[in-house]
């Protein structure tokens, strides 16, 4: 839990401090919104007064301020502050989405020339985001929500813990209507480099195949809604694996991707050896598995690995990946969800069988309110307003 509070002294300071129970805050939430009156104590009696206000869980804040606490539960998180400015003699320009060690400084106004506050806070949907160690969430555009690896000193290794964070946030993700479209990253140097060699050395074959190691990275491949990987660096072993769960793959002209697992006397364990032999075919999937040889962005489109690579100068593959999210998230979600399990369905089923399915979903979508609303818009020549119903 973090809180701002305020410094006192000659200059106005507000400081950030850690540690109030969530429950603490909820008890005094109307002594918290509570417009204080700051003058006619003594210091003995502010100093008293402080320490009670302190292990209660809030600070008084003068010149009619109405402050709001959010939890935050992770260790060094960001302090999310709700600030309502109700009548303010303070010029105030600070970051409070800053580390917890950041310091805010404000300066004093005179009552007759008052200047307009300048604060700068975390957006509402920002706010509410849960807080992960070992990866970073956002919603960049509208309908979509970034999540990227954060592991930079084991470039970005698949340990059970990071993958534990992934699937509950991808989980988050899908059942929350105002997301639809995902994108999924690392940074420049590595996407993921592999799974964690160190925490898988010494594992025994009854604790793996009892344990079902591994089996939990196939949450990713039942989400409904598209993941979009924005790869560059090294995709390699379970970063190259993580990446072909994806519904579509964009390449930075830097990413590598490979199966070196031969290299240390093991095969693909999360799905490398099937998922690219349905990508790439069977001759070039075997040379990745038994040679280890790498590949780069540029082969990997060549062979249908990825979508495409994106060049420098187009902004970036992340920001490549975010376009392409906010387009699908402008469409129709249930439609989006429906192409999504056709699709899919082609590498589960024979080809009579996936025509035969494509065109069961395909009536069925006539039973949305979307697909009347689509096809009014279009013989009517306007743009739809979808329900995503």
């Known amino acids: 839990m973090t809180r701002c509070v305020q410094v ?21 939430r109307e002594q918290m919104t509570a417009m204080v009156d700051d003058g006619g104590r003594n210091e003995e009696e502010e100093e008293e007064e402080e320490e009670e206000e ?11 301020f109405r402050v709001g ?42 009552s007759t020339a008052r200047a307009p506050p300048s604060v700068r806070l975390m957006s509402t949907e920002a706010q509410q ?75 025994q074959f009854s604790e793996v195949f009892k344990g079902k190691f ?22 390699l072993g379970g970063g190259c694996e993580l990446a072909l769960m994806c519904d579509i793959i964009l390449a930075s002209p830097t990413a590598i991707f490979g199966q070196p697992e031969i290299n240390i006397g093991v095969i693909p364990g999360g799905g490398g050896s099937q998922r690219l032999a349905h990508a790439i075919g069977k001759s070039r999937t075997m040379e990745m598995v038994l040679t280890g040889r790498n590949v780069s ?3 990997a489109a060549d062979w249908g690995m990825v979508s495409r690579v994106v060049s420098d100068d187009e902004g970036g593959v992340v920001k490549a990946a975010i376009d392409m999210a906010a387009v699908i998230a402008s469409k129709s979600a249930i439609a989006v969800q429906a192409g999504k399990e056709v699709v899919n369905a082609a590498f589960e089923h024979t080809l009579a069988e996936g025509l035969r399915y494509e065109r069961r979903i395909f009536h069925g979508m006539f039973a949305t309110k979307d697909q009347k609303e689509g096809m009014s818009a279009f013989a009517e020549k306007r743009k739809p307003k979808w329900s995503h119903s």
């Open 8 to 28: 006192p002294g000659e200059s106005q300071r507000w400081m950030l401090a850690d540690d109030v129970a969530s429950e603490q805050i909820a008890a005094n």
């Open 54 to 64: 302190e292990e209660k869980g809030h600070m008084n804040v003068p010149a009619r």
């Open 69 to 110: 606490y959010v939890p935050n539960r992770a260790v060094g998180g960001p302090a999310r502050v709700v600030v309502n400015v109700i009548d303010v003699d303070l010029g105030i320009d600070c970051d409070l989405s800053t580390s917890p060690s950041a310091i805010c400084t404000s300066s004093t106004t005179t």
């Open 129 to 203: 985001e849960k807080q992960y160690e070992f990866i970073l969430t956002s919603r960049p555009a509208d309908g979509v929500a970034l999540i990227t690896l954060n592991r930079p000193k084991a470039l970005n290794a698949l340990s059970t813990p990071l993958f534990t964070e992934l699937n509950d946030a991808v989980k988050r993700f899908d059942e929350d209507d105002s997301v639809r479209a995902l994108v999924l990253t690392g940074s420049d140097r590595a996407f993921a480099a592999g799974a964690d060699i160190k925490e898988m050395k010494d594992k």
């Open 214 to 235: 591994l089996e939990s990275w196939g949450l990713l491949t039942t989400i409904r809604k598209p993941i979009i990987a924005a790869v560059s660096g090294y995709a």
């Open 297 to 299: 962005a540029k082969e």
